[in-house]
């Protein structure tokens, strides 16, 4: 397993494959819609656009600069989302990997435009109460970065309107354990809709868990 700080290596590169496999695998996306950036040094690594995952080789993936200025380096272009990649890695110095895809029941609640709610008190591992929701804008636009920065100012993941889901990982590991973690919460709040009322979790209760959670999970060290 590689820990950070990462460095522009062919493992790296075949770790981001590896785990936009695992995505497919898990079920928590579907085909060439996800895409997975690492920091790397001073630079971000990306996955191509449109490529399926099972013909991707390390030689495929994209280096772009993290301070945005030059041009990517690769004989692909990056993936269309790379704008919101390369924003949240700029605002989030501490996280070492973001993790984009579309699973079914968090781009089921993003198309009814609603949040998560603290349903659960997982809702915790997400930094806060909620998991918002970041306002629509044309997929790979400033204006879509723009949004989902903001919507994760203070947290580790956010639903996209109309769109699918994203998270950060302090390792690549991290980012793929959390979205799945997100799926599993979307679903079973969809699920405690259809059979009732959702209780939901007070703000001083899920205060409670913040600190309990803060190194829950895969270590990263």
Known sequence: MLKPPYRDTPDLRQAIIDACR?????????????NISARADDRMIIT????????????????????????????????????FHLALLQAKPE?????HAHPV??????????????????????????VPLAGYALFGSEELA????????????????????????????KGLWRLEELEVLARAYIISRSIGTPHILSDSEIDSVL???????????
């Open 211 to 221: 600190g309990a959670v803060a190194n829950y999970g895969l270590k990263t060290a």
């Open 146 to 173: 723009g949004e989902v920065v903001t919507a994760m100012r203070d947290r580790h993941g956010c639903l996209m309107a109309n769109h699918g889901a994203v998270v950060t990982g302090e390792t690549l590991e």
């Open 95 to 99: 996280m070492h990997a973001i993790v």
């Open 48 to 83: 191509p656009s449109g490529v399926p995952y099972d013909r991707m080789t390390p030689d495929m993936l994209v280096s772009i600069p993290l301070d945005g200025q030059g041009e990517p380096e690769g004989s692909l272009p990056p993936s269309t989302e790379w704008q």
């Open 105 to 130: 029941h968090c781009t089921a609640l993003s198309i009814n435009r609603e949040e998560i709610p603290a349903c659960h008190y997982m809702i915790a591992l997400f930094g806060g109460n909620s």
């Open 22 to 34: 695992d995505m497919n695998r898990r079920g928590i996306n579907q085909g060439t819609s996800g």
